[in-house]
């Protein structure tokens, strides 16, 4: 019999709260809509204000990636003020986003993701009983050594940015802080100890080990090779995600972006992997590897509640004209539509390794398309590439003669961009100063690219487009949903939205 | 008997639920069970099912289940024009389950600055609010009479965000049924009655007054750079962040993050001052003494601290 309907279901574990209306068809999803349930206005507030107050007020936006704000921000003042980052600024800046990344990398798999194994859809899985065993929040066996380890690790942002969350240490020109060698060696301390649990724990070997994998076999060949890897958090995260078939679902567009991670201080030991980065920006379009211009960047409010300005303007042009959803039936949110070239994009871990060329990621990449699966991997097995990287900068910060700060010119008038990648991908801020003054401020996060709505074309957004066509296994306990939307890493306090009646107006605030 | 916790979140960012995670001796897995105590609900770490949610709600309002409990976290947004559709679950505003919960709640607990005085957006289209304050003013959204079950007001723990031992600590003592001394602005005396300037390693600089007028000098930020160490309470200094450090003690000045009208319109990072003398004094102090102190202090202000040589 042929059953169609309509669900709205509240999604929580999604730093702040999330709403999916999706319509079930004959067991498959035919439509979804995400709707975050949430505005708070921060836009408003940096209007007409002092061009340092954004470093205060952006990383309020959000509690779990505020680092990551901070550092957006600081770069399109930097960019505004012309100011030369010393090479240990750059290392203190790096260093700090690196530690919030493990954290938010660590948390986000275990506090967030994993827990959907313990739900009763998977009661007859094989590893059910060991799911809950590891995964039961505030008790399971991964739970309490990730929210052990995560404290840890972020004390590096308190030594060298005074506290986390909410500080406000990198400045135009640099950091504010002025860490002495012992600061540096408690640093290392904590990040060898970090590195330590990563390489027993999670990944059951080294990290030179793990490096080797490069390929569908390698990744058998190392599961297969020892108890250590299959009982490992990645060896069983892949054992459970294989048995329930995670790389058949949340299949979305063939589309990447990143605006590129973790510049390089001129003089480094670091290898760069490309040009200036450690993970290199890039727009992966349907296979094809595309250099990154941040001109090609617009916002398209065809479906939002926004005026519409005819074509779709770059972030610099874009003005917001609230319009009431009355006046445009079409529209469903109040997010815009953000396009690279005219595309919808995902972007996260996964992009940012399918456009360093990871080996592994592309392979599975080519092999299953965009899925939960390596969505979630790629989040898992990011801290490996970044360890490395901060062992190095670590003993290289405070050797030379360097400052961390040089002076610039007042902030008066000009525009900038920061462009970064944060833990849930690419972020941007786009900012306009007129007089000493805060005159436009936009922030396009990475939730807004992976929840944007259609555009113009009728193209969906990143998540909408991966829900749909999922097929539903258990309408009770509709887990594929929960899979879907978890693996993007949503943070609908970043990106929020608000709900009229029962129709879904979606509101992306910075 | 196990103490059951509600955590729900309004307008706010999860800070407070992050800066939590940072608790330490007793970490949070382990204050929960020195102090049996039960999470019925946490928006960024239960794992019930939507429906077992939505139940859980109903036999909260209908005294099925006991709230021991309640933290909010987050401001209480009322807008667009009173209507609280800015923040909404299942297309209902949030306030009005926050309101119920707090009618059923033996403590309710406002973590951080939004919900403890409303924190962001209290002058904006989303008319947020904090549980019972709206700034300065006693009132906000519970109204100035309410009390929760026990006969206590919501207890405030303001910050931006909330350190993690003040909201173990307070926790601690209203499961133990240990007495809970509040200030005027109902946060508890033991964090907010000493100013976030004590304990700065920068006070010597403070004291003879050794000024930062540019990032990194290391001098006292009080002058120039937008400190509000002196003003404002809070244990910043003294129980220090993540175990490590504070703001003020990497050079960042303090932002005034616990005070009820968090965040001013002036901008942060600038002393308002008239001729290098500060518009806002430390708390209590009067303009006279304060500048012959000063005036004194820095002609006796030893070489050592001029040249910076103190290593902070």
Known sequence: ?????????????????????FEIDDGMVSEARS??????????????RSPLD?????????????????????????????????????????????????????????????????????????????AVKRYRPLKGEAVIPTIRETKKIIEIIAILGGQWPHSSFMVPGGVVSVPGQNDIIQCRSLLANFRHWYERRILGCTLARWSDVKTLEDLDLWLHEKPAHQESELGFFIRFSREAQLHQLGNGHPNFISFGAYEMPVNTGLKAPSAGFL?????????????????????????????????????????????????????????KAPRYDGYPAETGPLAELVIASNPLIKRLLDKDGPNVFIRQLARLIRPAFLLPAMDCWLKETGVGNETFYQKNEQLENGRGFGLIQAHRGALGHWVTLED?????????????????????????GPWEEALVGTIIKNPEH????????????????????????????????? | MSTTLYWIQGGGCGGDTWSFLSAESPDLTELFDILSIEMLWHPSLSALDPQSKEQLDRRILEDEIPLDILCVEGSIIQGPSGTGLADTLLGRPKKDLIGALAEKAFHVIAVGTCASFGGFGTDQETEATG???????????????????????????????????????????????????LNETNSPLDWYRIMVHQGCTRNEYHEYRVEEKQFGEKGCLFFYMGCQGPLVK???????????????????????????????????????????????????????????????????????LIKRKSGI
């Open chain 1, 478 to 510: 509709p887990v594929e949903i929960q899979h879907t939307i978890r693996s993007f890493d949503p943070c609908m306090v970043c990106c929020v939205h608000t709900i009229e009646g029962n129709r879904p107006i979606a509101k992306i605030l910075c």
């Open chain 1, 1 to 21: 019999m042929h059953s169609k309907k309509i669900q709205v279901m509240p999604l929580n574990r999604s730093e702040g709260d999330l709403e999916i209306h």
């Open chain 1, 35 to 48: 709707a975050g349930t949430m505005y708070r206005g921060f836009e408003n507030l940096l209007k007409g």
């Open chain 1, 436 to 460: 000493g003054k805060i005159a436009e401020y936009q922030v396009i996060t990475p939730t807004a690219w992976n929840a944007s709505p259609r555009d113009r074309e009728g193209i969906r």
């Open chain 2, 131 to 181: 549980m019972q304050f709206h700034k300065h003013d006693l009132g906000g959204f519970l109204g100035k009479k309410y009390k929760s079950k026990s006969g206590f007001p919501v207890i405030n723990l303001p910050g931006c965000p909330c350190h993690s031992d003040v909201l173990a600590g307070t926790l601690s003592a209203l499961a133990n049924d240990l007495p809970l001394e």
């Open chain 1, 54 to 130: 954004g470093l205060v007020i952006t990383p309020r936006i959000c509690g779990i990636c505020c680092t990551a704000q901070l550092k957006a921000a600081v770069k399109a003042l930097d960019m505004i003020a012309g100011a030369r980052v010393p090479d240990d600024a750059i290392r203190v800046r790096n260093l700090t986003l690196m530690a919030e990344q493990l954290q938010n990398d660590l948390r986000h798999t275990f506090l967030l993701f994993t827990p959907d194994f313990t739900s009763p859809a998977y009661r007859e899985h094989s590893l059910f009983e060991e």
């Open chain 1, 279 to 335: 993970f290199p920006p890039g727009f992966f379009n349907n296979g094809a590897m595309n250099p990154f211009d941040q001109e090609k960047i617009t916002e398209d409010v065809t479906f939002s509640h926004f005026k519409s300005h005819g074509d779709p303007r770059h972030p610099f042009e874009e003005t917001t004209v609230i319009e009431t959803p009355h006046d445009n039936t079409e529209a469903y949110s109040w997010g």
């Open chain 2, 234 to 304: 809070g244990p910043c200094n003294k129980i220090l962040w993540n175990r490590r450090s504070s703001k003020t003690r990497v050079g960042v000045p303090c932002f005034g993050c616990t005070r009820p009208d968090f965040p001013p319109r002036h901008p942060f990072f600038k002393t308002r001052n008239i001729e290098g003398i500060p518009i806002e004094l430390p708390a209590g102090v009067s303009r006279a003494h304060y500048m012959a102190y000063k005036g004194m202090a820095a002609a006796a202000a030893p070489k050592r």
